[in-house]
């Protein structure tokens, strides 16, 4: 991970290495040159991409290895790097330090962080007088009492977690508060005070177990461990990458296995039925929650699982966000709300139930663009309020700067603007984060006193597919209209229009991976047998149309 800030940080912790510095291994001395002579972006990620990993050591085939944001102005540049737990991760880092160095740019690496936590590094590197939520004040949050954590990132720590243990204080508190007067005793009797002064968690903890897919994630989580314990939430962290699993990134667990294949990940198989699980992905900036079927077992064990295993994805942390949001928003006097634009924003990928949903019932706009981070953070970025996730657990919230200066000038008279502040330093404004997703998710839950179960039940998901194919050549497909309609090969989306039109509630699209040698397959119908083969017939026209030849393999 390589990103760019135009502010070089003068201290804070990280390592520096100096244009004069001898951090050149030979091997890349000629890659040096050739990112030296880059002089554009897009060649900076190219030479990245192509020689570079290419020439590490043991680089896998990881989407998240390397990538560039680039030079504007030499001179005022520092580029922060990051890396991620793999064995390869040295080899690359020195690569990447190499190439930075070799362009006269300052680099700064920030060890091993999660994608989320470098973008957050990079936005305070920008704007070294606040956090991406700075309007609201620092002192309206608690110091989270976190284990220990390397210096660059407790900028990270006290903005996310701070807001969400203040957050969660005060729910605590107000539940208290309730509690006392339900149980307070008749006007003129003496009362003790000790139930004022209690320990704010009184209950017995709530386990969470949480599956870190092996990568970087684990390690940033364990300082949230004593953290959570304070405010009643026992996290039990699986999948760390130790031992035999170190550099395992995904490996039978992580958030895209268990959302592709709706198992629980690898070391699950002791966990209670209707445990509360999550997954993060290798670089912890996916986020899905799970919940074991009786007689289920996890990815590692071989075991076919159980289709009934509860899953929580990406479509529904969306919503429980969108429900807990729109509900505080509602709480704010209407001319204070007037002119704010909310847009919420998915992929093709949504399950229809679920943009039905925020359409029909919770009546926000919805847009849909293209797969990938970069379009859906774009489409939100335009909104004062921008709701984007993908199905697959990547997404955030962000609040404009234009909505969080409305919701400071009134914080002080209205809790629900004070919250929503809170929740703009809860949610990682830079990108998808795992970890603040996890808190958002653990706080909604909390506040509104719900199970799994109720949060599955806001809608319910239309029974899907996912496939993947190989054809001779994945770019002979071509998209319109968000990747929902195949331009081409000719006759291809007459075809999937003819077979979807045979099944009740019935869609289905086809489209080229961006990051596999192969063609995606989304179905989804009234029932999952009918899912199923949906998407089965729409891959044998995708492969037929596109040049396969014989049954489809
Ligand atoms: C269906 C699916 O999950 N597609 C993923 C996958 O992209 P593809 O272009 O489908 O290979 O990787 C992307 C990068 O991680 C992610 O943004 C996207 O959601």
């Not at 990132?153 to 107000?174: C, K, N, P, R, W």
């Not at 490996?251 to 699950?268: H, I």
């Not at 991976?513 to 998407?535: F, H, N």
């Amino acid at each position: 991970m390589i990103t760019a800030s135009h502010n070089p940080i003068e201290d804070n912790g990280v390592k520096m290495v100096e244009p004069d510095g001898g951090m050149l291994p030979q091997a890349f001395e000629p890659i040096a040159t050739e990112l030296a002579n880059c002089s554009s972006d897009e060649e900076v990620a190219s030479v990245l991409r192509d020689r570079v990993m290419a020439s590490a050591p043991a680089a896998t085939s990881g989407a998240h290895g390397a990538h560039a944001t680039a030079p504007v102005a030499r001179g005022a540049l520092t580029v922060l790097v990051g890396h991620d737990t793999r064995p390869s991760a040295p080899a690359l880092m020195a690569a990447a330090l190499a190439g930075v160095h070799a362009m006269g740019v300052h680099a700064h690496s920030c060890g091993c962080v999660t994608t989320p936590q470098l973008h957050f590094l990079v936005y305070i590197a920008n704007h070294p007088t606040g956090s991406p939520a700075a309007a609201v004040p620092a002192a309206q949050a608690a110091a989270p009492a976190t284990g220990p954590v390397s210096p660059p990132l407790q900028s990270y720590y006290d903005t996310i977690v701070g807001a969400f243990l203040t957050l969660m204080e005060e729910h605590q508190q107000q539940q208290q508060q309730q509690q006392q007067q339900q149980q307070q005793p008749p006007a003129g009797s003496s009362s003790s005070s000790s139930t004022t002064t209690a320990a704010i968690s009184t209950s017995p903890a709530d386990t969470v177990y949480v599956d870190c897919a092996n990568g970087v994630g684990a390690a940033q989580l364990q300082p949230l461990v004593p953290a959570l314990a304070g405010v009643g939430i026992r996290l039990q962290l699986r999948n760390t990458g130790l031992g035999a699993a170190a550099g395992l990134l995904n490996c039978k667990c992580g958030a895209d296995f268990v959302q592709k294949e709706r198992l629980p990940p690898s070391d699950f198989a002791d966990v209670p039925a209707g445990a509360r699980c999550c997954s993060v992905d290798g670089d912890a900036d996916r986020l899905v929650y799970f919940s074991p079927a009786a007689g289920s077992s996890g990815g590692g064990s071989g075991s076919s699982g159980s289709s009934s295993m509860g899953l929580w994805d990406g479509d529904k942390v969306a919503m429980l966000a969108a429900v807990f949001i729109r509900d505080l928003m509602s709480q704010l006097p209407a001319e204070l709300m007037e002119g704010v634009q909310v847009c919420c924003v998915q992929t093709a990928y949504a399950n229809g139930a679920s943009t039905a949903y925020l359409r029909d019932v919770l009546q926000l706009p919805v847009v849909c663009t293209p797969t990938g981070v970069k379009y859906l953070h774009e489409a939100a970025h335009g909104a004062d309020l921008g709701l984007y996730f993908e199905s697959n657990g990547h997404g955030t919230v962000l609040f404009s700067a234009r909505l969080r200066e409305r919701l400071a000038a009134v914080a002080g008279s209205h809790p629900a603007a004070r919250q929503l502040l809170l929740l703009s330093r809860l949610i990682n404004q830079t990108v998808g984060d795992a970890i603040s997703g996890l808190l958002l998710v653990e706080l909604i839950l909390r506040r509104k006193g719900w199970s799994l179960a109720q949060w599955q039940g806001l809608y319910t998901d239309l029974p899907s597919r996912q496939l993947k194919l190989k054809v001779p050549d994945r770019t002979s497909i071509t998209t319109a209209d968000a990747e929902r309609v195949c331009v081409s090969p000719a006759g291809l989306q007459e075809a999937i229009d003819a077979i979807v039109a045979k099944v009740p509630q019935g869609r289905a699209f086809a489209r080229p991976s961006g990051t596999e040698d192969a063609v995606r397959v989304y179905a989804e119908a009234g029932s999952q047998e009918a899912a199923d083969a949906l998407a089965r017939e729409v891959a044998q026209a995708v492969y037929d149309l596109a040049g396969g030849v014989g049954p489809r393999p």
